[in-house]
């Protein structure tokens, strides 16, 4: 690794993914100072006791997705210090209701659309400028197969309207923003099925997810691993503008 830091924003690392992509980055990229925005990163212990294994290199920051103001806030207190982001991870999500789309509240919809969708956007809206001014600047969005329209027969047993409708909506964004934007790499990446707190919760059947857990879900830290694996070797030509698999390939839309 270069002796220059390579800055990074994490949306959503308090917890899940987003916490163990903080982590893989600390332990692999020795150069890294990770800013790991979250709700109430005072209430993360673990992410406390990264901050403090990495001193100066883990920032717990708090960060709400969708809060514009909030959002610029932070973009200019690292502008202020780094003058750049190298890579920014729209990592916070919701997936909190399942059920046949007739019985879906409205409301459930627009709370998936506010923080999966709007979120990663106003992110991205309040960052633009600092990726610019990063030699490789990356955005990547957390996604799922969830959203993908062609895979809805594959995936119909899973009632995840709201959680599914807003991952398409955010895929169709960061692939917009691929195409509008020729100096950046940007994409929306599936970590496949990972074993966390809002997974379990997203799903209404225990049963069906404890066999799921045993056949086809990987713990957070094995993923995290992965994407780390995918994302630093990513390159505008090769990855811009497509819907990764957390194996290496590429989903449809």
């Known amino acids: 690794m270069s002796n220059t830091p390579n800055i990074y924003f994490v949306a959503g690392a308090t917890r899940g993914i987003g916490l163990a992509i903080v982590a893989e980055i600390a332990?692999?990229?020795?150069?890294?100072?990770?800013?790991a925005g979250g709700r109430k990163p005072q209430d993360a212990p673990i992410l406390s006791s990264l901050a403090s294994k990495y001193p100066g290199r883990i920032v717990p920051i708090k960060y709400v997705a969708g809060d514009e103001e909030g959002n610029k806030a932070i973009a200019n207190e690292i502008f202020a210090k780094h003058g750049r982001v190298d890579t920014l991870i729209a990592n916070?999500?919701?997936a909190n209701f399942a059920g046949k789309i007739h019985a879906v509240p409205v409301k459930s919809f627009e709370d998936h659309f506010s923080v999966n969708v709007l979120g990663p956007i106003v992110l991205f809206q309040a960052f633009r400028d600092l990726l610019k001014a990063s030699a490789q600047p990356r955005f990547i969005a957390i996604t799922s197969t969830a959203g993908s329209i062609e895979l809805?027969?594959?995936?119909n047993s899973f009632d995840l309207g709201p959680y599914g409708t807003s991952k398409a909506a955010l895929n169709w964004v960061i692939r917009k923003i691929h195409f509008e934007n020729d100096w950046l790499i940007a994409y929306p990446q599936c970590p496949g099925s990972v074993d966390t707190d809002m997974a379990r919760a997203a799903m209404d059947d225990p049963t069906v997810y404890q066999e799921m857990l045993e056949k086809h879900i990987r713990?957070?830290?094995v993923v995290a691993s992965m994407l780390?694996?995918?994302f630093s070797a990513s390159t505008r030509e090769k990855d811009g503008g497509q819907f990764h698999s957390v194996e290496g390939g590429i989903h449809p839309w």
């Open 152 to 155: 809805i027969p594959t995936l």
């Open 219 to 221: 713990q957070p830290d």
């Open 92 to 94: 916070a999500g919701i």
């Open 27 to 35: 332990a692999k990229d020795n150069t890294a100072i990770i800013y």
């Open 228 to 230: 780390f694996n995918i």
